[in-house]
């Protein structure tokens, strides 16, 4: 049996800007391309984990405006088999949009909500009824964070499972923070949400909070440090490699793999994603991502 899985989260079209040099405050320089493609947090999971769920049992709660943006975004998660029964269109709003610019194969993102603020507790909190025990959340944090907060609470009584990856960063109460089942913040994220190093973060959480190091991989703690290795990738674009884990997480877990074993495959599924231009160009199937963990 498998469960459900259920993206509450941002999506947005990306606007990639690619440049061999970065602009100083004032200054204005011309870039080499403009790519545009649907992302956001909360799409791109879901969109990594309909490509790697077999049974493509993949939901996505969330909000466009009433643009061309907003149909775009929406026949993208449809294309690849997200249901799309509880995105809402937002009159009179304009979707949200994500400001790229990518220099030495890294980026720099400034997100603009628009529609994804319209994400609120009174319309996520109902929808939630329809899932079952042990059915897994997926949060980022480009909605509001009182949808969060209530979705956290929400999820503990009706027994769902909550992955948080709390990006971008923004405080969230020790509470709320332990009550979800895991954790998956980068390096820096989890030295602002923690206040403390790495290693005693980890081990104040163990088998829940997964920290991601990129190229180095991703930690968590079971008695010990373990290290899950990332494999190597050669690097064209690193945007949304977090998001493509989550999402990848969420699968293996929703299957009942092994932390370390659902770790792998998330680890499996982010190296690919780096290695095309744009947040969801370089999601693998499942096919792929099963095939490279067998070799
Ligand atoms: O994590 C990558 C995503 O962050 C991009 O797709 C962009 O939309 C920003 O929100």
């Given at each position: 049996?498998?469960?459900?899985?259920?993206?509450?989260?941002?999506?947005?079209?990306?606007?990639?800007?690619?440049?061999?040099?970065?602009?100083?405050?004032?200054?204005?320089?011309?870039?080499?391309?403009?790519?545009m493609a649907p992302g956001g947090k909360g799409a791109n999971q879901a969109v990594a984990a309909a490509r790697l769920k077999r049974n493509?049992?993949?939901?996505?709660?969330?909000?466009?405006?009433?643009?061309?943006?907003?149909?775009?975004?929406?026949?993208?998660?449809?294309?690849?088999?997200?249901?799309?029964?509880?995105?809402?269109?937002?009159?009179?709003e304009h979707s949200g949009t994500a400001h790229i610019t990518l220099y030495e194969q890294d980026n720099r993102i400034i997100v603009v909500p628009a529609a994804n603020n319209r994400i609120?507790?009174?319309?996520?909190?109902?929808?939630?009824?329809?899932?079952?025990?042990?059915?897994?959340?997926?949060?980022?944090?480009?909605?509001?964070a009182k949808t969060v907060e209530a979705v956290i609470d929400e999820a503990a009584q009706l027994e769902l499972q909550?992955?948080?990856?709390?990006?971008?960063?923004?405080?969230?109460?020790?509470?709320?923070?332990?009550?979800?089942?895991?954790?998956?913040?980068?390096?820096?994220?989890?030295?602002?949400?923690?206040?403390?190093?790495?290693d005693d973060a980890l081990a104040?959480?163990?088998?829940?909070?997964?920290v991601t190091l990129g190229a180095e991989g991703a930690v968590y703690f079971d008695q010990t440090r373990q290290t899950v290795p990332a494999y190597p990738c050669d690097v064209v674009d690193t945007t949304g490699a977090g998001d493509t884990f989550n999402g990848a997480l969420a699968v293996a877990l929703s299957?009942?793999?092994?932390?370390?074993t659902a770790i792998q495959?998330?680890?499996?599924?982010?190296?690919?994603?780096v290695s095309a231009l744009g947040a969801q160009g370089?999601?693998?199937?499942?096919?792929?991502?099963?095939?490279a963990l067998n070799q």
């Open positions: 049996m498998t469960h459900k899985i259920i993206v509450i989260g941002s999506a947005s079209m990306d606007l990639t800007v690619q440049t061999q040099v970065m602009p100083d405050q004032g200054e204005t320089i011309l870039g080499e391309t403009l790519y493509r049992d993949v939901y996505m709660i969330g909000a466009v405006g009433d643009d061309a943006f907003g149909q775009t975004i929406l026949n993208n998660l449809r294309q690849h088999g997200v249901n799309v029964d509880y995105m809402q269109t937002i009159e009179g609120v507790p009174e319309v996520v909190l109902p929808i939630l009824q329809q899932f079952e025990k042990g059915d897994i959340i997926v949060m980022q944090q480009e909605i509001p909550v992955i948080l990856n709390p990006a971008p960063y923004r405080a969230l109460d020790n509470r709320l923070l332990n009550k979800v089942t895991y954790l998956t913040p980068n390096e820096s994220e989890c030295q602002q949400l923690f206040g403390e190093s790495m104040q959480h163990p088998n829940q909070l997964i299957e009942g793999q092994s932390f370390e495959f998330a680890n499996m599924a982010s190296s690919f994603a370089g999601i693998p199937t499942r096919e792929v991502v099963d095939k």
